[in-house]
């Protein structure tokens, strides 16, 4: 470092204005650390600003289960405070069975949910029906988990923002961190922001940040047409979404449409590892919306006004990073990890926010969140070749 270099001191340094960066911010500035957060572009510009933004609790594992739903109590709080920008509205999510497999799926998720206290009832096909007169007939059914929501992710990210302002934080933005260790953050101007805790949140590209960060980029195609209210009602998932989110070789595309407060229908998914451009992938996209009118033939007459793609950041075992990255760099202990949430970083940047700062100040965690800290055996081996929002 120069003697000429400029170097201001933080309690916390956060790379990164994504939900999951505004979130931290917020939660450490509530707790009276001085922090600063650092953005490269604009605040929830990035992954979070491609998300679908659906605020769900799900079950593959009980430490998934436990950090979604923690998560979606948080955001009912949350919801009390956000302004209409933020569009939260608590809608419900449809998991929906085309066969008899499926349906047997949708009851074993019902009976986990039951009794973990999560509100959820079945549908039968004429109630399905009724639900959502544009769904195809012949469907078996399906699970209504009802506190399930969706939001604007950016303006719920800006929020989050406002509120770690209003805390005492500081926003830098239209700069990006080079460099991150030892306490110190270096910005690309050469300016050193030092702190005891430096928070790497910058999702996707954590590994660029971080070496040996166990995060892939996972891509993804979502489209929203024109405007017509009332086509779609709540949230709706195929089931057979869970077999292709949890392929980790192949692209894959699934069933997930979502109703905006704007009268719009948001379409989803889809999945591919390898490509790393920004461009639309012609071919996945068409898979995509022809998935979607599979299950909603309707979808057809609405013209797609707009098609985007972006990275979710996967790990190995599915669940995020959350925690001191002891051990990456000899003796440095001022490196914290807040990444990997592939499909789920909407739902659990709140949750994650609490839980790290639970940590960084010593407090008892709101669950247990030893299944999320980096250096898990969960985290042995990379995603190779080649989950929701």
């Not at 085309?98 to 079945?122: I, T």
Request: charged content about 20%; hydrophobic content about 45%; aromatic content about 4%.
């Amino acid at each position: 470092m120069s003697a000429s270099t400029t170097v201001t001191r933080f309690d916390a340094v956060i790379a990164g204005g994504g939900i999951v960066g505004a979130a931290c911010a917020a939660a450490l500035a509530k707790r009276g650390m001085r922090v600063a957060v650092v953005e490269r572009d604009a605040i929830g510009s990035g992954a979070t600003a491609a998300g679908m933004g659906h605020i769900v609790v799900m079950d593959d594992s009980p430490a998934q289960f436990a950090l979604t739903r923690y998560s979606q109590q948080l955001w009912q709080e949350l919801a009390k405070r956000l302004g209409a920008r933020a569009e939260y509205e608590q809608c419900g999510t449809l998991w929906i069975a085309a066969d008899e497999e499926e349906l047997a799926e949708a009851e074993r998720k019902q009976r986990y949910y039951a009794e973990r206290g999560v509100p959820a009832r079945m549908l039968t096909a004429s109630g399905l029906a009724e639900a959502e007169p544009h769904l195809r007939r012949g469907l078996k059914g399906a699970l209504l988990v009802e506190e399930d929501a969706v939001v604007y992710p950016p303006a719920a990210a800006v929020e989050l923002m406002n509120e770690a302002q209003a805390a005492g934080a500081e926003l830098l933005v239209g700069r990006a961190v080079t460099r991150i260790g030892a306490g110190e953050a270096v910005l690309e101007d050469g300016e050193v922001l030092a702190a005891k805790v430096l928070v790497n949140a910058t999702g996707a590209w954590a590994a660029e940040l971080e070496p040996g960060v166990q995060v892939k980029k996972r891509k993804g195609h979502l489209a929203i047409t024109d405007r017509e209210p009332g086509f779609v009602r709540h949230q709706l998932v195929e089931l057979g979404y869970l077999k292709s989110a949890h392929a980790v070789t192949a692209d894959s595309v699934a069933f997930n449409v979502q109703p905006r407060k704007t009268g719009q229908v948001l379409i989803g998914s889809s999945r591919q590892f390898g490509d790393e451009t920004t461009d639309v992938d012609r071919g996945i996209l068409a898979k995509m919306l022809a998935r979607a009118q599979e299950y909603m033939p309707g979808l057809g007459m609405l013209p797609a006004i707009r098609v985007w793609t972006g990275f979710r950041a996967a790990t190995p075992d599915k669940l995020p990073i959350i925690g001191q990255a002891r051990g990456r760099s000899a003796g440095d202990e001022t490196l914290w990890l807040a990444t990997g949430h592939e499909g789920l970083g909407i739902t659990t940047s709140l949750g994650t926010a609490e839980l790290i700062a639970a940590q960084i100040a010593g407090e008892a965690p709101a669950i247990a969140d030893e299944a999320y800290r980096p250096g898990r055996a969960g985290l042995h081996g990379l995603v190779n070749a080649g989950h929701h929002e």
